[in-house]
């Protein structure tokens, strides 16, 4: 195998016709040339000098070998750099895959700060939602994966071997027309709603809505059914039923004709970012990580102060001014 270090030493020698002063140039004895000129004709076989008195003169082999050697090291010195500006943060790029309400919460203010602190490290976002994003992580089509999961499901094996981010323990809230019967109840129990017809939100959420209100006793007529969480809301302010939807799915649309209700029992799912153990020593993948985080714990500090003015007598409504 022939080695880089061999291939700088063998330039050397050619450009100053002596082990020598390719020493001299190199920094390194005349000895310790000659040990690897000897090391380079035995990976490749052949002589690459030819020693007449104090002379060196290339043979066929060494020539083309030179000739080679230019491109050879070139392309490693560029892929030595490229590393470095990447392992620096410099450069780099992470794919990004994330559920609509992460899309439109968290993922915007991590990737403001992380754009700030390292301008050079590109970030792609698609969108999809779990289980699929889990799919793609695994698959490699993504590097870090915004995902969810309800309590109840808890134990189950879709993040089994992958690196786990905590972010965000995300409330659900019910969501009921502005004028609806209980849109001033604050505290509602889920088969108070068992007669209303309802709009449900993504195939997993819709799996949860379903299975809760089973275990309240009863099954939820579904009306609609729509992925898009701004048109879920849109239709309960338009009175065509109620919803109960993750708070985060709320934090960015402020729809007329809606209101929110606390729901009984308590309802919450798991946020967290998720990437391979590999790719979590990625030093672009890892502040994109941190960066998530940070914006999680702002949004945790948010939701604290409006629970501290709520406290205070300060009801807070979709759609309502601050």
Do not use: N
Not at 32 to 47: D, F, H, I, N, R
Request: glycine share 10%; charged share 25%; with cysteine.
């Amino acid at each position: 195998m022939i080695e880089a270090r061999h291939l700088r030493v063998l330039r050397a020698v050619a450009a100053t016709g002596s082990f020598s002063a390719a020493g001299r140039e190199l920094g390194c004895t005349q000895p310790a040339v000659s040990q690897q000129m000897k090391a380079l004709e035995s990976s490749v076989g052949t002589p690459l000098l030819i020693r007449t008195g104090r002379e060196m003169r290339l043979t066929q082999a060494g020539e083309a070998l030179v000739r080679h050697a230019a491109g050879i090291i070139a392309g490693l010195t560029a892929a030595e750099e490229e590393v470095a500006a990447i392992a620096g943060l410099r450069a780099g790029r992470v794919r990004l895959v994330s559920f609509p309400s992460g899309s439109s919460t968290l993922v915007p203010t991590a990737l403001a700060a992380l754009r700030a602190a390292h301008p050079g490290t590109r970030v792609s976002l698609e969108e999809a939602e779990p289980p699929r994003s889990v799919e793609m992580l695994r698959e490699g089509d993504c590097d870090v994966t915004l995902s969810f999961r309800y309590a109840i499901a808890a134990g189950s094996e879709e993040w089994d071997g992958l690196v786990i981010r905590p972010l965000l323990a995300d409330r659900l809230v019910g969501l009921v027309p502005e004028g609806h019967r209980l849109a001033r109840a604050g505290v509602v129990a889920i088969g108070d709603l068992a007669d209303e017809p309802w709009i449900a939100g993504c195939p997993r959420c819709r799996g949860q809505l379903v299975e809760v209100c089973e275990s309240a006793g009863f099954t939820p007529r579904i009306d609609f059914a729509t992925d898009d969480y701004p048109a879920v809301v849109g239709l309960v302010g338009a009175g065509l039923g109620v919803a109960v939807l993750p708070e985060l799915a709320i934090e960015s649309v402020r729809p007329k004709g809606a209101r929110t209700v606390t729901v009984e029992p308590a309802l919450r799912r798991e946020i967290v970012a998720l990437t391979l153990p590999d790719l979590a020593q990625v030093p672009a993948v890892a502040a994109t990580l941190d960066q998530l985080e940070r914006a999680a714990a702002r949004l945790r500090s948010e939701r604290s102060e409006r629970s501290k003015r709520g406290e205070r007598g300060e009801r807070y409504a979709v759609g309502d001014e601050k």
